[in-house]
């Protein structure tokens, strides 16, 4: 008999519960249904409008592109790559405490054609790894700008800096 009326309870609870659901689903889909067709309503009243569509004007005139060409002064002495090819103004695409580290982001800056060197500050100790380096510091900064081009979902290229060679 107990069995019975545990039974007849949770039946009626299911029950009682449903219809509930049951009512505020279609209440739900009442409202949405309305919204609706008084959507589509609109949509076609606002369709018989004339609409004046205003003609496409393009400018020849180029933007002036703002280059940053501000730049980190350090005395740094080539310590991997080739002679010669640390200039004045350089890019640096990395800077490692560990000589290790920065050879391996060397070697696969070579691998993708950048020639590529790392240097020591020997005051700090640092290594930076320059993928490029030119005379002039406008030079760099164009470099540095087409490398973060080049590397856009690289967070570490996009951080990438100006170094002047003292």
């Known amino acids: 008999m107990r069995k019975f009326f545990v039974f007849a309870i949770a039946l009626c609870s299911l029950v009682a519960f449903n219809s509930c659901k049951t009512t505020k689903e279609s209440a739900y889909k009442t409202?949405?249904?309305q919204a609706r067709q008084a959507e589509l309503?609109?949509?076609q009243g606002q369709q018989s409008q004339s609409?004046?569509?205003?003609?496409?004007?393009?400018?020849?005139?180029?933007?002036n592109v703002v280059v940053d060409d501000s730049y980190r002064t350090e005395k740094v002495v080539l310590s991997t790559g080739a002679e010669g090819s640390l200039k004045a103004f350089s890019v640096v695409c990395g800077s490692f405490s560990s000589k290790s580290n920065a050879d391996n982001l060397r070697s696969s800056l070579v691998e993708e054609g950048y020639n590529a060197i790392?240097?020591?500050?020997?005051?700090?100790?640092?290594y930076r790894v320059i993928c490029s380096s030119f005379d002039t510091k406008e030079?760099?900064?164009?470099a540095r700008a087409q490398f973060k081009a080049d590397h856009p979902q690289?967070?570490?290229?996009?951080k990438a800096w100006l170094l002047y060679n003292k």
Do not use: W
């Open 31 to 33: 409202a949405y249904d």
């Open 118 to 126: 790392v240097v020591q500050n020997p005051d700090t100790g640092m």
């Open 41 to 43: 309503a609109e949509g």
């Open 51 to 63: 609409v004046e569509i205003a003609p496409v004007v393009s400018s020849t005139k180029k933007e």
């Open 154 to 158: 690289n967070s570490d290229f996009q």
């Open 139 to 142: 030079a760099a900064a164009e």
